[in-house]
């Protein structure tokens, strides 16, 4: 009798059993989720670098290559007298040093380009673009006004932005838009003239201004990285339109060149 009771079922003596069995298991699974759960946080990091890498970089354009790369242009002189307006601005530009944006002198392809990128990422608007010059062979108004405008969307973009880039075509070829007038114009008149084009707003404009045009006296409230950086250079957890404009007042009329920098500070 002593021998049967022995031999007799104990439940928890198979439970422990079970558990030491699928031990490894757990730990695998739960080693699987600890990775998963890094990798997760570590794309998100990466996805918001690329956000931040990727302010105020809209208005350059890789339509027109011609063998050399164009650069917003500024001299020694201004920059110079820019610091001496803004002692917090000047301290940050001899920390930064000097800044290479690129630009694209054809404006009409830089307007292009702008429709283009607007709610994309930067590569999605390059495969766009290219496809847009193999459509076209170059990024003129006539070039583009000859193109069906379902084509145009084929090469990747929305109908509605190629609607815009058709209509900016026909604007310019038509004569509605003289884009060798804008060089005579002064900033706000040119705002102006581009922001009748369906598809191009303020900000856009103002872009342009700076990377097309050469234009030195552009500051943009529209441009989230501008105001991110004179918030980050002046302490400001919030930047109301008055304080912008008293900036802005400060370091006419290099705007452009101030520009530059809050961009660059806003990625710190």
């Keep these: ?11 928890y003596d198979v439970r422990e059993s079970q558990h030491v069995a699928i031990r490894p298991i757990i730990v695998a699974i739960q080693s699987k989720l600890l990775r998963f759960a890094l990798r997760f946080h570590l794309d998100c990091v990466i996805f918001l670098a690329w956000i931040w890498k990727n302010q105020g970089t809209a208005g350059r354009s890789t339509m027109v290559k011609s063998g050399h790369t164009s650069y917003v242009k500024y001299a020694a002189a201004d920059l110079e007298a820019l610091k001496k307006k803004d002692k917090k601005l000047a301290a940050a530009i001899d920390r930064i040093g000097p800044i290479k944006r690129e630009a694209n002198p054809d404006l009409f392809s830089a307007l292009v380009g ?24 170059e990024i003129t108004p006539e070039r583009i ?51 009748a ?29 501008i105001r991110r950086g004179l918030c980050k250079l002046y302490g400001h957890k919030t ?28 990625v710190e």
């Excluded at 598809?199 to 529209?222: H, K, N, P, Q």
């Excluded at 930047?239 to 009329?253: I, N």
Aim: hydrophobic share 40%.
């Design 1 to 11: 009798m002593k021998n049967v009771q022995q031999l007799q079922y104990n439940p």
């Design 114 to 137: 702008s429709i283009v990128s607007q709610q994309i990422s930067r590569k999605a608007a390059d495969t766009v673009e290219r496809r847009l010059l193999d459509l076209c062979g």
């Design 145 to 195: 006004h000859g193109a069906d405008v379902a084509l145009i969307q084929q090469c990747g973009t929305s109908m509605r932005k190629a609607r815009y880039i058709k209509d900016a075509a026909e604007a310019v070829c038509h004569g509605a838009v003289d884009l060798s007038a804008f060089e005579g114009m002064a900033d706000g008149e040119i705002v102006g003239r581009l922001t």
């Design 197 to 225: 084009l369906r598809g191009v707003g303020v900000w856009t404009a103002e872009m342009l201004l700076i990377f097309s045009l050469g234009r030195m006296d552009v500051l943009s409230y529209g441009d989230l990285g």
């Design 239 to 266: 930047l109301t339109k008055e304080q912008f404009a008293g900036y802005k007042k400060r370091y006419s009329p290099y705007g452009s060149i101030a520009s530059l920098y809050l961009w660059k500070l806003s």
